[in-house]
T-cell receptor
Framework: QQQVKQSPQSLIVQKGGISIINCAYE??????FPWYQQFPGKGPALLIA?????SEKKEGRFTISFNKSAKQFSLHIMDSQPGDSATYFC????????????FGTGTRLTVIP | EAQVTQNPRYLITVTGKKLTVTCSQN?????MSWYRQDPGLGLRQIYY?????VTDKGDVPEGYKVSRKEKRNFPLILESPSPNQTSLYFC????WGSGGYTFGSGTRLTVV
């Protein structure tokens, strides 16, 4: 059973455009929602994260929007750049529990120059 | 430099030949975990450890073993590898309760 569902599987965006990746979760006890960025040949790296007591978090061109009632959260990449081309994973965890991260299936983003 | 180190980076082996993938972290993290990454399936947890001598199964533990005798090391053991264990493997660690994992660079395993 997939605890975190992610869409789309792949995304192609023009340079300067907005990239949007969506995730939905099942377990209402989850209390931490990170996004990871993975470049080819590398391990995933923490990009940005949010807790459910806020509806939005912004770091530079990256923004997480969080909708607790809908059990959904999304990553927005503003002014997308070719260097943003990577695979993005959303995840969820219960920090007070076993600390296990449940990952979405990933979105391969390609930003065309 | 704070990091998680996995070895080897690439490994080709034959069915049934026991192998070990090593993982070491230098951040004094309590929590360590192994994931496998397969196309379309994302990252699936194999085993995790909350501290020395404390390990537990993740979502896909069949065919794997782990041990945590020291805080810094968390090796992944395949006693009798099979072709369906061909995958990209990642080790990760974190401070307890942080939710923010540090991943190794991965081990690409091919079992023929």
């Amino acid at each position: 059973q997939q605890q975190v569902k992610q869409s789309p599987q792949s995304l192609i965006v023009q340079k300067g455009g907005i990239s949007i990746i969506n995730c939905a979760y099942e377990n209402t006890a989850f209390d931490y929602f990170p996004w990871y960025q993975q470049f080819p040949g590398k391990g995933p790296a923490l990009l940005i994260a949010i807790r459910p007591d806020v509806s939005e978090k912004k770091e530079g061109r990256f923004t997480i929007s969080f909708n607790k009632s809908a059990k959904q959260f999304s990553l927005h990449i503003m002014d997308s750049q070719p260097g943003d081309s990577a695979t993005y994973f959303c995840a969820a965890t219960l920090q007070t529990g076993a600390n296990n991260l449940f990952f979405g299936t990933g979105t391969r983003l390609t930003v065309i120059p | 430099e704070a990091q998680v180190t996995q070895n080897p980076r690439y490994l080709i082996t034959v069915t049934g030949k026991k192998l070990t993938v090593t993982c070491s972290q230098n951040m004094n993290h309590e929590y360590m975990s192994w994931y496998r990454q397969d196309p379309g399936l994302g990252l699936r947890q194999i085993y995790y450890s909350m501290n020395v001598e404390v390990t537990d199964k993740g979502d896909v533990p069949e065919g794997y073993k782990v041990s945590r005798k020291e805080k810094r090391n968390f090796p992944l053991i395949l006693e009798s590898p099979s072709p369906n264990q061909t995958s990209l493997y990642f080790c990760a660690s974190s401070l307890w309760g942080s939710g923010g994992y540090t991943f190794g660079s991965g081990t690409r395993l091919t079992v023929v």
